[in-house]
């Protein structure tokens, strides 16, 4: 087969452009090209165009036209996403990743020029910022002056990548959040290439650096969130491979009713597709529902897509993308997506017939929607808003705790239940201008009525974009945000991410003391225990609306149907629905100040940064000049005693567990991004390398420094060890002895005897973010092997990128059923000639002798992870192939 065959023109506009005609090539092999869902087609598309029947062959194409509902066995696909996005707290490690490649390259007597991306990366720095400062008209000045003071050595070393790195762009900190600038300017839906003389247009393709890459899918992009090393080798030119993907089509119908936000929404739509078990699926949205959600409402649904555990949640290209795509300054990619969209097979018109097959079709009517939170600490777990009160009366239990403190010199009471924190944050919510102008107009109301947030509520508002700053002011609605204390404290993700700040130390205090259950309400897409802030224990996610009514109200215990919000000066009661603003008052503040002049002129110089990014000072260099002072940026382990051939790979013998955990461990649990804990291992490394509490910055901000990454792995305050009973933290049992050791000292107790380590999971293990310090921090702590009952997709690609084996029990089999506690002694054979969802043994040899042999599947899911793995993981796999070495 010739892909040349399938060449086609069309001509959009003026200009004239090629492209590879999908429908033919598929209808050539004997294909029916009109049943395979659009998310496929995409997929079809990038197999026909990277053809070459060396790495994409006919057969791939043949089986992905061929597309079955469900798959027995997975069926690999090599696929080339067009572009990499990153955000700067995994950008970071990946570029640290890259420079000590340039240097293995170089000690191996090559040119380090050659590692180098051969596809568009785009590194937004959001994720750094911290609410330090809040409630102020300087919060914002503040909180990015700190950033710097905090980041300038990770920030110096992103410059010298952009300097340093073709087809490497960085957009400066304080300008928005990834995925909102990805939607907003980034994405192209239509790509033009240069290629022997020729425009050739094909659909816009990515992986990200971050789970919520899956935000962009609501303009009929496909894009999902890989770890730090998978991205790094399709920035390499390599091919990222997949599973031929079962589709899961959602069909809306009906329309959100009157006062029901987006919000509202994909709260209720994770919490579904969670029950029917969509992980490591694709999901693709249609129907006449779909019409009448705009594309910032399908980006909030899109974002969560992590949340409810699929790969993607799929929009197709249909009006509302051209639209949108003017709307935000694209008119030329407008003008070529409609017309290749419609020419190609990839748009989604009104009265085209649903002649589409999915694997599953889950019928969902729009109008079923209520207002609703989720929490108190999993995204899934929505509580309608109707019945709040009694949810978290029930948590609180019938003695809820109180106590009276002074905050800022004002007499307050806090208890169980009280709101601490109340944020509007996150590019899932604040990329959509009618959430966000529905909460300017109830602040606005409740200012009118003399409403004020409580003292010991901390507010912040931290815009994704400086668009949507641009829309508040002219609606003359920025002014109430800031009377009710949600001044704008920063351009990223903030709270969402655990970046909360420090809170007032009073309340910190009497929290502790009192062991109080306080609660944060924000506007993010996760909730996981410890997240948002560690003195926090219960977080709930909202619409922006919802946050300042909670604010408000200081507390979550509020039931809002029969109690008032808040009182006026004069003693009458306010109620929320006194607040809440009308549809149609909302929809004419979007059609009058949301409009295309703010996205131009706001996107216009958005690489170029402020001050403080201009002032860095950076020297040009091909190779990395590592300082050894630095507490930021070290050069890595992964490629010491590096080899041009991979050594042989060995059985697992005599191993020890780590640590026993148990359902859902998030990336969180594993590797926590926020404070650094002083009493821990990484906090002890700080303080010995002279550096200050103050200073310690965030676990997610010193990613570039391997020492203190490693000690910080499974080192969050709230994860259980079930080796140590009900006890919380990064603690563990070293045997033989029976020794509780933080995780760190016991790893380096077992390195030094030469045992290699195992971990034994429950369900749905490492969940939540793509972190890839999950994984290397979980490799370089010397675990061999993670046996788990299930896994999250990411979690478990990247364990194999670091070449760490992840096992699945048998059904109906677990730690508990087997009856292991820990203190066994494991072996697992077969790993020399392992093949892809190999059937392993695994023997545990209790104290007394007596064995315990049970069978797992090696989720190497295909033969390229097979090859990762026997390489110690994919860079080094990446690196031989540069080198023309390697297995």
Known sequence: MNNQDFVRELRAGDDVYAFYDIRQAAEARGAAFDRLPFSVRVLAENVLRKLDNRIATDRDFDNIVAWKKTYVAPVELPYYPARVLMQDFTGVPAVVDLAAMRDA????????????????????????????????????????????????????????????????????????????????????????????????????TLVGLDSHTPMINALGVMGWGVGGIEAEAVMLGQPYYLSIPEVIGVRLTGSLRPGVTATDLVLTLTELLRKHKVVEKFVEYFGPGMHSLSIPDRATIANMTPEYGATLGFFPIDEKTIEYLTLTGRAREAVLTDTYARTNGFFYGRSDEDSREYTMIIDFDLATVEASLAGPARPQDRIPLSVMAPSVARMLGDKPKRTDITVRGKPQSLGDGSVVIAAITSCTNTSNPQVLLCAGLLAREAVARGLRVPEYVKTSFAPGSKVVTRYLEESGLLPYFEALGFHIAAYGCTTCIGNSGPLDADIGRAILDNKLNVAAVLSGNRNFEARIHQEVKSNYLASPPLVIAYALAGRVTIDFEKEPVGHDPNGKAVFLADLWPSDAAVADLVRTHVHGSSFTDEYAHIFEGDEFWKALDMADSTTYKWDDRSTYIKHPPYFEGFTREPPLVSD????????????????????????????????????????????????GSRRGNHEVMLRGTFGNIRIKNRMLGSTEGSYTVKYPEGEKLFNYDAALRYRAEGTPLIVLAGAEYGTGSSRDWAAKGTALLGVKAVIARSFERIHRSNLVGMGVLPLVFAEGEDSESLSLDGSEVFSIAGLADITPRAALQVVAKKADGTEVVFSVTARLDTAIEVAWYVNGGILPYVLRRMMGAGR
């Open 652 to 699: 697992i013998t005599d191993a020890r567990v780590f640590l026993m955990l148990g359902d859902t461990v998030t990336t969180d649990h594993i590797s926590p991004a926020g404070a650094i804990n002083a009493e821990y291992p990484a906090g002890q490394y700080l303080r010995a390398h002279g550096v200050d509490e103050q200073d310690f910055n965030s676990y």
């Open 105 to 204: 390259v170089r000690d191996l007597g090559g040119d380090p020029a050659i590692v180098n991306p051969v596809v568009p990366v785009e590194l937004v720095a959001d994720h750094s910022v911290q609410v330090d400062f809040s409630g102020t008209v300087d919060s914002l000045k503040g909180n990015v002056q700190k950033e710097y003071e905090r980041n300038s050595e990770r920030y110096t070393l992103l410059k010298w990548a952009q300097n340093n790195f073709d087809n490497f762009r960085v957009v400066p900190p304080n300008s928005g959040i990834c995925h909102q600038v990805n939607l907003e300017h980034l994405g192209r839906v239509t790509v033009v290439e240069e290629t022997d003389g020729r425009a050739f247009a094909y659909p816009d």
